[in-house]
């Protein structure tokens, strides 16, 4: 394969899987409740400054896509904390980013630090999430990842 060939390889498929995560979190209208339906409740703030309860799906990794939670399923929804199951779809980035394979992973999601966000005082955001593998987990992740929200 020549060199014009495999850079647009690379292209196309970083393209297409950038497109495809993109979608759950800007597309269609997402299963989560809207912050007009819920306003007292804290919000999950979202790649592109969208608040949201409740989310079935919310990018971690809003740079490259290659970190997103899916199929999250709330058992907890307060000012004191956040709850889900879900999975992690985490991208292997091998040999590279763009030709890597997305693998899923089951955790618990919680969300904490609940806090007026500084871009709608009114609102309140988490400004914590914590990822906890039940079995299998991304090589090289500890069983617990804590990471602050943007905000």
């Given at each position: 394969?020549?060199?014009?060939?495999?850079?647009a390889a690379v292209t196309?498929?970083?393209?297409?899987?950038?497109?495809?995560?993109?979608?759950?979190?800007?597309?269609?209208?997402?299963?989560a409740d809207t912050v007009?339906?819920?306003?007292?409740?804290?919000?999950?703030?979202?790649?592109?400054?969208?608040?949201?309860?409740?989310?079935?799906?919310?990018?971690?990794?809003?740079?490259?896509?290659?970190?997103?939670?899916?199929?999250?399923?709330?058992?907890?929804?307060?000012?004191?904390?956040?709850?889900?199951?879900?999975?992690?779809?985490?991208?292997?980035?091998?040999?590279?980013?763009?030709?890597?394979?997305f693998h899923p992973y089951?955790?618990?999601?919680?969300?904490?630090?609940?806090?007026?966000?500084?871009?709608?005082?009114?609102?309140?955001?988490?400004?914590?999430?914590?990822?906890?593998?039940?079995?299998?987990?991304?090589?090289?992740?500890?069983?617990?990842?804590?990471?602050?929200?943007?905000?």
């Open positions: 394969m020549n060199r014009h060939s495999i850079r196309l498929c970083a393209a297409t899987a950038l497109l495809g995560t993109l979608g759950t979190a800007s597309g269609a209208p997402s299963n007009e339906h819920r306003p007292k409740e804290p919000v999950l703030v979202d790649c592109f400054w969208h608040a949201e309860v409740r989310p079935t799906d919310f990018i971690l990794a809003c740079g490259d896509g290659n970190s997103r939670l899916a199929d999250l399923k709330w058992q907890r929804w307060d000012r004191g904390a956040a709850v889900a199951e879900g999975i992690n779809w985490v991208n292997d980035c091998k040999p590279y980013c763009a030709a890597g394979r089951a955790v618990t999601v919680r969300l904490d630090d609940s806090k007026p966000w500084e871009k709608h005082p009114d609102l309140r955001q988490y400004g914590e999430i914590s990822l906890t593998y039940a079995d299998a987990r991304p090589e090289g992740f500890p069983r617990v990842v804590t990471y602050p929200l943007w905000s």
